[in-house]
């Protein structure tokens, strides 16, 4: 599965090569980049919040590459800094508030789909989203790389625009509500892992 997830990001990163290249041509600015992917992202989950949820998807997924270019373009051209990092950490964070909110905001709202339990597992996902972000920055913070885990933010993605964009709410919404499932399920076990993974790290085997 990881291999076909590498080889998936590959060929993704060689679609959107051309318009690296004409964003490096232009100078513009990662920093600029990350702001205007923001700005998407955020749109996109005010989008799921009104309901219209393939619309949604879409825009998504049509607008992600920006998540990609920042850095690349920063590479690229020798921008790569401290803050630049930083800022597109928190950015991020943003981004995901927003789309979480959103779908929290549709099942909250709804006249048809509205439900309770929906509202429940959405703040459960997006309270993991939260938190595999920070548990990895806490364990960097102690001199630790722990990207590990089953859900990075790029499956995050695209598990909150594919299925969405193609399905919207068939199968009388089912099919949105098992991927919101699925998202907060794996997030919550990547949170663990994260934990797990930082306990082993930290901890002596006589201990």
């Known amino acids: 599965m990881q291999s076909l997830w590498s080889a998936v990001q590959r060929g993704y990163l060689q679609v959107i090569a051309p318009v690296a290249d004409w964003l490096v041509a232009k100078r513009v600015r990662p920093n600029t980049i990350t702001t205007i992917g923001t700005i998407c992202t955020c749109t996109a989950g005010v989008i799921f919040a009104s309901g219209h949820i393939s619309a949604g998807g879409w825009f998504l997924g049509l607008t992600a590459l920006f998540d990609v270019l920042d850095g690349n373009v920063a590479r690229r051209t020798g921008q790569s800094t401290v803050f630049g990092a930083f800022y597109d950490s928190t950015l991020?964070?943003?981004?995901?508030?927003?789309?979480?909110?959103g779908l929290l905001v549709f099942y909250a709202t709804h006249p048809v789909h509205a439900s309770q339990a929906m509202v429940m597992v959405t703040l459960a996902a997006l309270i993991a989203t939260f938190l595999t972000s920070y548990t990895r920055a806490r364990a960097e913070g102690l001199g630790l790389d722990a990207k590990v885990g089953m859900l990075q933010?790029?499956?995050?993605?695209?598990?909150?625009?594919?299925?969405?964009?193609?399905?919207?709410?068939?199968?009388?919404?089912?099919?949105?509500?098992?991927?919101?499932?699925?998202?907060?399920?794996?997030?919550?076990?990547?949170?663990?892992?994260?934990?797990?993974?930082?306990?082993?790290?930290?901890?002596?085997?006589?201990?």
């Open 92 to 101: 991020d964070r943003v981004a995901d508030g927003f789309l979480l909110g």
């Open 153 to 207: 933010r790029a499956e995050r993605i695209t598990l909150l625009s594919a299925p969405q964009a193609f399905f919207g709410l068939a199968l009388n919404g089912w099919i949105l509500a098992g991927i919101v499932s699925l998202l907060a399920v794996t997030a919550w076990i990547t949170v663990f892992q994260r934990i797990n993974f930082v306990y082993r790290t930290t901890t002596s085997p006589g201990e």
